[in-house]
Nanobody, 122 residues
Framework: QVQLVESGGGLVQAGGSLRLSCATS????????IGWFRQAPGKEREGVTC????????YYADSVKGRFTFSINFAEKTVYLQMDSLKPEDTAVYYC???????????????WGQGIQVTVSS
């Protein structure tokens, strides 16, 4: 059974940092792509970052490029999203998802965590 569990969200002031974690189990970690998506109230779901676990390149949305960093702990089968220089517009529920390809996650396929709230105050 595929499981993804996000943690690390919360309330932070603008300019601050948070690190989200996504602990995974139940699928072949080395053969999957994992992405972070977010959804703010009244807005469309946005793909923030995605990477196949064995790829060298990582996709970042323009809105987070240079501020957010995706990383992987293979031993723990956990992925992280380091979020620096946070802005109020980063406020959203953040979800991690997993599937064979990043494109499947953009199509809302794959498996997803329950989501975690990130709130950035101005």
């Amino acid at each position: 059974q595929v499981q993804l569990v996000e943690s690390g969200g919360g309330l932070v002031q603008a300019g601050g940092s948070l690190r989200l974690s996504c602990a995974t189990s139940g699928f072949p970690f080395d053969y999957y792509a994992i992405g972070w998506f977010r959804q703010a109230p009244g807005k469309e779901r946005e793909g923030v970052t995605c990477r196949h676990t064995r790829a060298d390149n990582t996709y970042y949305a323009d809105s987070v490029k240079g501020r957010f960093t995706f990383s992987i702990n293979f031993a723990e089968k956990t992925v992280y999203l380091q979020m620096d220089s946070l802005k109020p517009e980063d406020t959203a529920v953040y979800y991690c998802g997993a599937d064979y390809h990043c494109s499947n996650l953009w199509a809302d396929s794959g498996s997803w965590g329950q989501g975690i709230q990130v709130t950035v105050s101005s």
